[in-house]
């Protein structure tokens, strides 16, 4: 972290050079983005028609996503439904989560990577179809003072409702940071920022206690971690998701070496997660997550490499038949 | 290394931003000076038809002029902790205004001023106007001067159900085989109704109330917002009133969620509405009682709820409308 941000000190100097080189005007930018306010009524409507001719798209391509204690929002930027949102949404990589469309319609799918000290997160709905989606600005073209709109499921799905949509102006930027006067609030985190030509430009992170302090993860950040999220990476150490203890998981058997090979379980603990699968004193395993187990330090190592909530795969035999338990790991 | 400079690099863009302007300077911010003055032909309609409602220097909330000679509408939960009213219009003040009545479904209360001459609202034709819309609301205001805060239409017309079981707000003693009124809520509809310590509930909705389970049976299937009458007995007497029952979550504030904490502040009735448009202007929670303009300078609706730190609720013009109407015929009648 520390050596990535000396990198970026170095390369500071290096880029002032170029500067004029990022400063070129883009064709549909909004004249209204370049002036310091709007002036009459012409500037206003101009401000207006760009939110409404780029509203359907983007309310489209908005969902809200389903976590085991409560909601978030995010956003789809792919026809096969990969869907940026916030890392503290996401709170996990390779969990499963729900997502909902702007009609209703609830979807399987599961988080892929994170960016835990900027709160960036990909998700991936995992049924097959084609999905409204958004593009996304991947050439960071958003300026300071830019007139922008957030979209969000504020404090969860409501069908009556919709996604609630704000209008503000990009106030500061700093470093990983945009922040806007888009009022934003709990359920909108994940949550799309769009520019008056309807790509996306930030995801909903949080807010401060003053009323006008909204902040949103830019899409630069997204960008520069963009392969490793989706490979499901867990990157960065917090502070808006903790990184899974590698070790902390726990099973909940006893075993000794068995006599045809394999481990042979000799105690199934009360109320352990062995116990709820159905495992039972006498069970014989061959096999965890399709690895052969040979013997009991080598099934600790195994074990080792993994965190609470993991799932494991047990394959085994009672009474000489074949029996497969699927189950989550629970925390030691 | 070569993916970890190109990461940096991508990173590096952004910041250079941080280098030349850091932060916009607040009269640029959609609240601000600069962007609020390109409302100011609003801010005219805002000057002349809408109202500061004020118990004595205090501002309570803000109204519509709704006809020449002085009648008001505001949000009636807002005033009806005081019993005196002073109304500000344009610049002037109108002392002592009268409480002509009070809708407790739609919570709005229609307030008469001695004046002529008055400049109504213009009601919109529709309240169905695309999301993204331009609207227009009272901000803060000077003894003589209104200011104004822009915002966009952001959700779709609907219900909002009341949130919480209704209650009269009142805690009781059973006394020999009667219901005393121990304590009141500061926000019920029975403080409201003028009840007061002391008091022995008789019966409410004709039906005799002699303990609590007879209470809970009566309010159970009843809504937020609806009201019931209640007869009780003062010392000798033996009076009767309408008290409209709140929400619990509206009265006992303890009772926040996550995002109430986050949200500064709200109005304390801000749910059982029949229909709302929402929008985003957010202000302070008495930032309500107004009326919503669009770009024309008509009137919309009513401000009648700061929800939360991003919702803002206003009665649809088709229902304030019908409402203003009844409101007048009813209070003449």
Redesign the interface.
């Given at each position: 972290m520390s050596l990535n941000f000396m990198m970026n000190l170095v390369w500071i100097s290096a880029m002032i050079v170029f500067l004029p080189w990022c400063a070129f005007a883009l064709e549909d930018r909004p004249y209204v983005n370049d002036l310091k306010a709007p002036e009459n009524r012409k500037d206003l409507e101009a401000l207006q028609n760009a939110v409404s001719s780029a509203l359907p798209k983007a309310r489209a391509a908005t969902v809200c996503i389903e976590i085991k204690d409560g909601s978030g929002s995010g956003v789809i930027i792919s026809a096969d439904g990969l869907i940026l949102t916030a890392a503290h949404v996401a709170t996990g990589v390779k969990q499963k989560v729900t997502v909902i469309l702007e009609d209703g319609t609830r979807l399987k799918a599961e988080t892929l990577g994170l960016v835990a000290d900027s709160d960036a997160a990909m998700i991936q709905i995992t049924e097959k179809g084609t999905y409204p989606f958004v593009e996304i600005d991947r050439t960071d073209s958003t300026r300071l003072g830019d007139w922008v709109f957030a979209l969000g499921h504020s404090g969860g799905y409501d069908k009556d409702r919709g996604a609630v949509l704000r209008l503000g102006r990009l106030v500061r930027i700093a470093g990983t940071t945009f922040q806007s006067d888009c009022m934003l609030i709990g359920g909108d985190s994940g949550g799309p920022l769009f520019d008056l030509t309807g790509k996306l430009v930030g995801i909903h992170s949080r807010v401060g206690q003053q009323m006008q302090v909204n902040m949103h993860v830019p899409m630069a950040e997204f960008v520069s971690h963009w392969d490793g999220m989706r490979n499901a990476e867990f990157i960065g150490e917090g502070p808006y998701a903790e990184k899974p203890k590698k070790g902390n998981g726990f099973l909940g058997l006893a075993t000794e070496p068995g006599a045809a090979g394999g481990l042979k379980v000799t105690k199934v603990g009360r109320k352990s997660p062995a116990e709820a699968a159905g495992i039972k004193e006498g069970d014989v395993l061959f096999k965890m997550n399709g690895v052969a187990l040979k013997d009991r330090g080598q099934m600790q190592d195994l074990l080792e490499e993994m965190s609470a909530g993991n799932e494991v795969t047990l394959e085994t035999e009672r009474g000489g038949k074949p029996k497969t338990f699927s189950l989550a790991l629970g925390e030691r | 290394m070569n993916?970890?400079?190109?990461?940096?690099?991508?990173?590096?863009?952004?910041?250079?931003?941080?280098?030349a302007?850091?932060?916009?300077d607040s009269?640029?911010?959609?609240?601000?000076t600069?962007?609020v003055?390109?409302?100011d032909?609003q801010r005219q309609v805002l000057q002349r038809s809408s109202a500061v409602i004020l118990n004595g220097r205090q501002e309570l909330c803000y109204g519509i002029v709704i006809s020449a000679d002085g009648h008001i509408l505001t949000k009636a939960s807002e005033i009806l902790g005081s019993s005196t009213w002073d109304v500000t219009v344009d610049a002037t003040k109108y002392p002592d205004a009268k409480l002509l009545m009070t809708d407790p479904t739609w919570d709005v209360a229609l307030l008469k001023i001695e004046a002529k001459d008055l400049q109504p609202v213009v009601y919109a034709p529709t309240s169905d106007v695309?999301?993204?819309?331009?609207v227009v609301a009272n901000g803060a205001t000077t003894r003589t001067t209104r200011r104004l805060l822009a915002?966009?239409?952001?959700?779709?017309i609907?219900?909002i159900p009341p949130a919480g079981g209704a209650a009269l707000g009142v805690i009781l003693k059973t006394k020999s085989k009667s219901l005393e009124i121990e304590d009141l809520s500061e926000k019920s509809g029975a403080k409201e109704a003028g009840l007061q310590k002391g008091d022995i509930l008789l019966t409410i909705e004709g039906r005799k109330v002699k303990k609590l389970e007879d209470i809970a049976t009566i309010l159970k299937d009843r809504k937020a917002g609806s009201t019931v009458k209640i007869v009780y007995r003062r010392g000798e007497k033996e009076l009767s009133a309408d008290v409209r029952l709140a929400s619990r979550s509206e009265m006992f504030t303890d009772q926040m969620n996550?995002?109430d904490q986050?949200?500064?502040e709200f109005s304390n009735h801000r749910s059982g509405f029949p229909r709302v448009m929402?929008h985003?202007i957010?202000g302070a929670a008495s930032v309500v009682g107004g009326p919503l303009l669009d770009?024309d300078g008509r009137c919309l609706g009513m401000n009648i709820a700061r929800a939360?730190?991003?919702?803002s609720f206003a009665i649809p013009v088709e229902d304030l409308k019908t409402l203003a109407e009844r409101m007048m015929a009813e209070s003449t009648r």
């Amino acid at each position: 972290m520390s050596l990535n941000f000396m990198m970026n000190l170095v390369w500071i100097s290096a880029m002032i050079v170029f500067l004029p080189w990022c400063a070129f005007a883009l064709e549909d930018r909004p004249y209204v983005n370049d002036l310091k306010a709007p002036e009459n009524r012409k500037d206003l409507e101009a401000l207006q028609n760009a939110v409404s001719s780029a509203l359907p798209k983007a309310r489209a391509a908005t969902v809200c996503i389903e976590i085991k204690d409560g909601s978030g929002s995010g956003v789809i930027i792919s026809a096969d439904g990969l869907i940026l949102t916030a890392a503290h949404v996401a709170t996990g990589v390779k969990q499963k989560v729900t997502v909902i469309l702007e009609d209703g319609t609830r979807l399987k799918a599961e988080t892929l990577g994170l960016v835990a000290d900027s709160d960036a997160a990909m998700i991936q709905i995992t049924e097959k179809g084609t999905y409204p989606f958004v593009e996304i600005d991947r050439t960071d073209s958003t300026r300071l003072g830019d007139w922008v709109f957030a979209l969000g499921h504020s404090g969860g799905y409501d069908k009556d409702r919709g996604a609630v949509l704000r209008l503000g102006r990009l106030v500061r930027i700093a470093g990983t940071t945009f922040q806007s006067d888009c009022m934003l609030i709990g359920g909108d985190s994940g949550g799309p920022l769009f520019d008056l030509t309807g790509k996306l430009v930030g995801i909903h992170s949080r807010v401060g206690q003053q009323m006008q302090v909204n902040m949103h993860v830019p899409m630069a950040e997204f960008v520069s971690h963009w392969d490793g999220m989706r490979n499901a990476e867990f990157i960065g150490e917090g502070p808006y998701a903790e990184k899974p203890k590698k070790g902390n998981g726990f099973l909940g058997l006893a075993t000794e070496p068995g006599a045809a090979g394999g481990l042979k379980v000799t105690k199934v603990g009360r109320k352990s997660p062995a116990e709820a699968a159905g495992i039972k004193e006498g069970d014989v395993l061959f096999k965890m997550n399709g690895v052969a187990l040979k013997d009991r330090g080598q099934m600790q190592d195994l074990l080792e490499e993994m965190s609470a909530g993991n799932e494991v795969t047990l394959e085994t035999e009672r009474g000489g038949k074949p029996k497969t338990f699927s189950l989550a790991l629970g925390e030691r | 290394m070569n993916a970890n400079i190109l990461a940096s690099l991508i990173s590096l863009v952004s910041l250079l931003p941080t280098l030349a302007q850091q932060s916009l300077d607040s009269a640029y911010r959609t609240t601000g000076t600069a962007v609020v003055a390109a409302f100011d032909p609003q801010r005219q309609v805002l000057q002349r038809s809408s109202a500061v409602i004020l118990n004595g220097r205090q501002e309570l909330c803000y109204g519509i002029v709704i006809s020449a000679d002085g009648h008001i509408l505001t949000k009636a939960s807002e005033i009806l902790g005081s019993s005196t009213w002073d109304v500000t219009v344009d610049a002037t003040k109108y002392p002592d205004a009268k409480l002509l009545m009070t809708d407790p479904t739609w919570d709005v209360a229609l307030l008469k001023i001695e004046a002529k001459d008055l400049q109504p609202v213009v009601y919109a034709p529709t309240s169905d106007v695309p999301p993204g819309t331009w609207v227009v609301a009272n901000g803060a205001t000077t003894r003589t001067t209104r200011r104004l805060l822009a915002g966009i239409v952001s959700a779709k017309i609907r219900e909002i159900p009341p949130a919480g079981g209704a209650a009269l707000g009142v805690i009781l003693k059973t006394k020999s085989k009667s219901l005393e009124i121990e304590d009141l809520s500061e926000k019920s509809g029975a403080k409201e109704a003028g009840l007061q310590k002391g008091d022995i509930l008789l019966t409410i909705e004709g039906r005799k109330v002699k303990k609590l389970e007879d209470i809970a049976t009566i309010l159970k299937d009843r809504k937020a917002g609806s009201t019931v009458k209640i007869v009780y007995r003062r010392g000798e007497k033996e009076l009767s009133a309408d008290v409209r029952l709140a929400s619990r979550s509206e009265m006992f504030t303890d009772q926040m969620n996550r995002n109430d904490q986050m949200s500064g502040e709200f109005s304390n009735h801000r749910s059982g509405f029949p229909r709302v448009m929402q929008h985003d202007i957010l202000g302070a929670a008495s930032v309500v009682g107004g009326p919503l303009l669009d770009l024309d300078g008509r009137c919309l609706g009513m401000n009648i709820a700061r929800a939360n730190r991003a919702e803002s609720f206003a009665i649809p013009v088709e229902d304030l409308k019908t409402l203003a109407e009844r409101m007048m015929a009813e209070s003449t009648r």
